[in-house]
């Protein structure tokens, strides 16, 4: 069955700290699609990063990097130098090529709180 | 270019009251997508629909349920007889279509309060 799991809850750290937000998943498919997304305060999911199952290469965009490892089924991410505008809930999320399975299962968010 | 949109953003109904939620999609998005975001329970996916048709209705908690897309575009999820267990976000997304490399982006959502 498909799971996203982000145990961490909420995380609080003081601006410019690097921070990483962990996320483990469960497939039985060999294809699927990870995602990110962040909702700030305004409540808007916002799209961060698509990565399907077949490239491992970390992915580094601005201060955002991402780890994909799927020998430990994990796809974390990390802000570097974290800012107050980062506060917001962060989900992961999970996409299987079998169109039997929910389209989009999500992990329950991971709140972050940068403090000034 | 416009986003998901929804409307209302907010409402407030009294148990057993029906209230139809709206969405419209970004234009030329083929699928429409519903979730429900309640406090403590995470983003919990109800249906979606390919143009018109909703293959996948899975989600859906109870009969009560109903959603409805027309011409392609804007849907509607009805809730009938509304319960105060039905409090939560509706939030809608679509996607250009409904393949696995199709991203999912979402409207603001509907904060839904039943009293």
């Known amino acids: 069955a498909q799971k996203v799991t982000q145990a961490q809850t909420e995380i609080s750290v003081v601006e410019k700290e690097d921070v990483t937000l962990d996320c483990v998943y469960e497939?039985?498919?060999?294809?699927?699609?990870l995602f990110w997304y962040k909702q700030p305060p305004s409540g808007e999911l916002v799209f961060l990063i698509r990565?399907?199952?077949?490239?491992?290469q970390n992915e580094i965009s601005g201060r955002y990097s991402w780890n994909f490892q799927k020998s430990t089924s994990s796809f974390n991410f990390t802000i570097t130098a974290s800012q107050v505008v980062d506060s917001a809930v962060y989900f992961c999320?999970?996409?299987?090529?079998?169109?039997?399975?929910?389209?989009?299962?999500f992990g329950k968010g991971t709140r972050l709180s940068v403090i000034a | 270019g416009a986003g998901v949109s929804q409307s209302p953003s907010n409402k407030v109904t009294e148990k057993g009251k029906d209230v139809e939620l709206r969405c419209d999609p970004i234009?030329?998005?083929?699928?429409l997508y519903w979730y429900r975001q309640s406090l403590g329970q995470g983003l919990e996916f109800l249906i979606y629909?390919?143009?018109?048709?909703?293959?996948?209705k899975s989600g859906l908690p109870s009969d009560r349920f109903s959603a409805e897309r027309t011409g392609g575009s804007v849907s509607t999820l009805t809730i009938q007889r509304t319960q105060q267990e039905d409090s939560a976000v509706y939030l809608c997304?679509?996607?250009?279509?409904?393949?696995?490399?199709?991203?999912?982006?979402f409207g603001p959502g509907t904060r839904l309060t039943v009293l």
């Open positions: 999320a999970l996409s299987e090529l079998d169109p039997r399975n929910t389209p989009l299962v």
């Open positions: 997304a679509s996607s250009l279509g409904a393949g696995l490399t199709d991203t999912q982006y």
């Open positions: 990565r399907n199952s077949f490239d491992e």
């Open positions: 497939t039985r498919d060999t294809t699927y699609y």
């Open positions: 234009s030329g998005h083929t699928a």
């Open positions: 629909f390919q143009g018109n048709s909703a293959p996948d």
